[in-house]
């Protein structure tokens, strides 16, 4: 697991792009809770962390592009365009540390 930031530097309902062992990753804090998910989105290559709104209640992050919203537990899409799952990788916070591992796995 790689440290990415401090959890005081995301805000709570709120996507920020990190790069873990070469890899884009959308890391979404919800209260104290944060995910990792990919961060290009499997129906166009767009960054969702790039103006993705995040859906706090469904634990989803939305493309900006075409609308599709990714689970941040499984990452499958809920809507279409978007019909293939981005990877979720292991995210988790101690002592104020965000830590994510790379190795991810596509739902």
């Not at 401090?6 to 890391?27: M, P, W």
């Not at 809770?33 to 103006?51: M, P, T």
Request: some cysteine; overall charge negative.
């Amino acid at each position: 697991m790689s440290i990415v930031c401090r959890l005081d530097e995301i805000e709570s309902g709120t996507a920020k792009k990190v790069s873990v062992d070469g890899v884009a990753v959308a890391l979404v804090r919800i209260g104290d809770d944060v995910y990792a998910i990919g961060d290009v989105c499997s129906h166009a290559n767009v960054s969702l962390s790039d103006g993705g709104e995040v859906w706090c209640a469904e634990k989803q992050l939305e493309c900006p592009k075409h609308g599709s919203a990714f689970s941040l537990t499984t990452g499958l899409p809920n809507t279409f365009p978007a019909t293939q799952p981005v990877p979720v990788f292991s995210a988790s916070v101690i002592n104020g540390d965000v830590h994510v591992s790379a190795k991810g796995s596509a739902s």
